[in-house]
């Protein structure tokens, strides 16, 4: 079935600093994936969608200078997230849908929980 | 945009019962609704999904029902187990399969608790 590996699976980081999230589709090819956080018990709240070759496309309410998002390559999407501050700790997920699968459900990788000190 | 509401937000129920978890969304236009179990530290996994061509459809101990008109859909988990306690949010979609408009909204959740 489809994978999505994502890259790290945790981290913790100073404020000011920024940390940069990998998501791979390992076994097939996406032309857009997903941002998602998690609070804790909380549901998941849709960040952004990260197009291949193009800009994101931010929810309302999200930083896109803040949260930066890069789709360079069709199995590659990355969430940089930029000067980072302890409101910014929480757990990030994203997630891919198989392009040549007709129908195919979201695939969501194992998450990153962001600790900022 | 697309709102999902689920209910309840917890639930625990006897092993062996049945447990039903509700939710409705506001767009008409929405094609599409699955539904994800997610435990403890772990990535939401998909269990069943519906289309709205269609009013209902079971995988042997789950099943889920589609209401269009009303706008809601239900999970139906029956002769529940200890496994199937964990977190489960329904979502729903519109738009066509890949296009950016296709993102998919979810519900808030429910924590399911099965006790023994």
């Known amino acids: 079935g489809a994978v999505v590996s994502q890259h790290p699976s945790r981290v913790i980081c100073k404020s000011g600093t920024s940390v940069k999230i990998e998501c791979r589709s390992l076994?097939?090819?996406?032309?857009?994936m997903f941002w998602y956080r998690q609070f804790p018990k909380k549901s998941l709240m849709l960040m952004a969608t990260?197009?291949?070759?193009?800009?994101?496309?931010?929810e309302q309410g999200v930083e896109k200078d803040k949260f930066l998002i890069n789709h360079a390559s069709l199995t590659l999407s990355t969430l940089t997230v930029t000067s980072a501050h302890p409101e910014d700790s929480s757990f990030y997920i994203c997630s891919a849908r198989d392009q040549g699968a007709d129908n195919s459900p979201l695939h969501f990788g194992n998450g990153t929980r962001l600790t900022v000190t | 945009g697309e709102n999902v509401e689920q209910h309840p937000s917890t639930l625990s129920v006897q092993e062996g019962d049945s447990a039903v978890i509700k939710c409705t969304y506001s767009?008409?236009?929405?094609?599409?609704f699955p539904w994800y179990k997610q435990e403890l530290g772990k990535r939401p996994q998909l269990i069943i999904d519906?289309?709205?061509?269609?009013g209902e459809k079971k995988d042997q101990r789950i099943a889920v029902t589609l209401n269009k008109t009303a706008k809601h859909f239900s999970l139906h988990i029956t002769e529940t187990q200890p496994e199937d306690s964990a977190v489960y949010f329904c979502a729903a979609k519109k738009g066509p399969g890949y296009s950016s408009a296709s993102k998919i909204i979810f519900g808030s959740g429910t924590r399911l608790s099965i006790r023994p």
């Open positions: 767009d008409s236009a929405s094609n599409y």
């Open positions: 990260s197009n291949e070759g193009s800009k994101a496309t931010y």
């Open positions: 519906i289309r709205s061509n269609v």
């Open positions: 076994d097939f090819q996406a032309t857009t």
